[in-house]
């Protein structure tokens, strides 16, 4: 049993309530403070998603809203960061059907156009 549990905190995945979803989608991070950064949500789940950008100032704790564009803006907190990235956990779950939309259409957007691999680069940078 011991070895399991240290299993699990070497893999936070482990942790989770639910299956993340890969996908390469543009969206802007709102924070309380009114800083607006333009990020990219890089997996989604019905309860939070990650986001990465080359300018992100978050800290745990934060408050967000996080627009897409293709759905209207998710608050949430900031449930981590590391380097680039931060975790968002949703204030409320997105309904699991818009969740598959989105990944449906946004999953293959960087390998699907190849000027896309750029934009999503120029987005967090």
Not at 20 to 31: D, E, N, T
Not at 77 to 98: D, E, M, N, S
Request: hydrophobic fraction near 40%.
């Amino acid at each position: 049993m011991y070895q399991g549990k240290r299993a699990m905190e070497k893999d936070p995945r482990a942790l989770r309530r639910e299956r993340r979803l890969g996908i390469v989608l543009p969206a802007r991070c709102r924070s309380r403070s009114g800083f607006v950064d333009r990020v990219v949500i890089t997996d989604i789940s019905t309860g939070g998603c990650r986001i990465e950008s080359f300018a992100l100032t978050l800290r745990e704790g934060d408050l967000v809203v996080v627009s897409p564009g293709v759905i209207e803006g998710q608050c949430g907190k900031v449930t981590w960061t590391k380097g680039h990235k931060a975790g968002i956990a949703f204030l409320q779950p997105l309904y699991a059907p818009v969740v598959e939309h989105l990944h449906r259409q946004h999953a293959q957007f960087a390998t699907d156009r190849p000027a896309a691999r750029s934009y999503g680069s120029r987005l967090a940078a």
